[in-house]
């Protein structure tokens, strides 16, 4: 074999390599976008509960 078919039998398997990965990665990508996005929900409702219970507590609170 010469070295050129050895690089384009190279070359063709690193491509066929990276599209097998990139088409099984879009689930994965997928399930982590929901998960990300489950926790800035999570995050933003923790936040609005500590600034009601701040406001309670300050309005509570006499002056």
Same mark, same amino acid.
């Given at each position: 074999?010469?070295?050129?078919?050895?690089? @384009?039998? !190279?070359?063709?398997?690193?491509?066929?390599? =990276?599209?097998? /990965?990139?088409?099984? $990665?879009?689930? #994965?990508? @997928?399930? !982590?976008?929901?998960?990300?996005?489950?926790? =800035?929900?999570? /995050?933003?409702?923790? $936040?609005?509960? #500590?600034?009601?219970?701040?406001?309670?507590?300050?309005?509570?609170?006499?002056?």
């Amino acid at each position: 074999m010469s070295t050129k078919s050895i690089a @384009r039998i !190279a070359l063709s398997l690193a491509l066929l390599s =990276g599209t097998a /990965v990139t088409l099984s $990665a879009c689930n #994965t990508v @997928r399930g !982590a976008g929901q998960d990300v996005s489950s926790v =800035g929900h999570n /995050v933003s409702r923790g $936040a609005n509960a #500590t600034q009601g219970a701040i406001q309670r507590n300050t309005t509570a609170s006499p002056n």
